[in-house]
């Protein structure tokens, strides 16, 4: 299995947090390499091209956003970000930049490996679904076919309103990555007056009714209280 070995970048300037960190990726089987600063982390993602980065935001020399942002202009690898701050800010401006997702500290280990699988579980389906257009999207009981425009539970069509179709076509194009309110509301309303907080919220209430079984627990898509939401590949 040492071929399918999955190798995760640390940067992390706090040593002992990084030492922790490689610790725990080594006795659960990843491989790992480690960068102390923006610039390192940067020049290693180029070099060695990490299945995986674990970037903590609170760097010596650039700040973590401005590395999501240069390592975005030629790289889609999976970046989960780690926040020690308290406010949900730096994490929002994070996944705007292009995180996938994001660990507040303190986060224990389990937690960490959680998100770490999660992740590992897009990049199969990710490898699986290369084919440049993937017309019809699945993910467990729920298809959507993009090019007719409809939306299928356990093989029956569901109706759903213009907003509800666009918000799900965007949870789902973007499947596994932590979506700010901001963004959504930017992409669905394109900045419309009416898209405001209160009508994503509306809209996403009408369009788990239709697509969850158990709205109290979905299961396709996440509720990232005060940052966003994220459809979940089940
Ligand atoms: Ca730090």
New binding site residues.
Partial sequence: MVSNKMTVLVV???MAVCNLLSTALSSHGYAYATAMTGEEAVRSMAASMPDIVLL????PDLDGVDVIRKVRTWSQVPIIVIS?RVDDTDKIEALDAGADDYLSKPFSVGELLARIRTTERHLRYMARDREPEVSVFHNGDLSIDFVAGTVQLEGKELHLTPIEYKLLCLLAQNVGRVLTHQFILREVWSGAAEGDLASLRVFMATLRKKIEKNSSHPRYIQTHVGVGYRMIRV
């Fill in positions: 992390e300037d706090d903590d935001l609170g760097l020690a």
